[in-house]
């Protein structure tokens, strides 16, 4: 079974926070809120959004490690993992590598 989001939405796969910084300071489990993870990873995007009658086509594409809002989009269980389901323009940002 597969998931196809419609319109502008973004299927979005959050990855865990890193337990250690760049300098290589070991964070606490306190520090760390692992159910808000805010970094994830791009798994389906819709086909775009329609304006009048020309679609507007995705700036994102699968695999594009993304910030996302603390607490935006909707949480869906699927296939035994969790996803986040939000539009494309609540996504803060695409991060390069």
Known sequence: M???PLQDYVLVS????AEI????ILLPATALD??????GVVIATGPGKY????????????GDRVI???YGGSEIQFNG???VVLRE???LGVVDR
């Not at 692992?34 to 970094?39: C, H, L, R, V, Y």
């Open 89 to 91: 323009g609540d996504i």
């Open 81 to 83: 993992e969790t996803y």
């Open 34 to 39: 692992k159910n808000k993870a805010t970094e």
């Open 2 to 4: 597969k998931f196809r």
């Open 51 to 62: 304006v009048g009658n020309r679609l507007i086509g995705m700036v994102l594409r699968m």
């Open 21 to 24: 910084t760049v300098g290589g």
């Open 68 to 70: 996302l809002p603390q």
């Open 14 to 17: 959050r990855t865990p926070p």
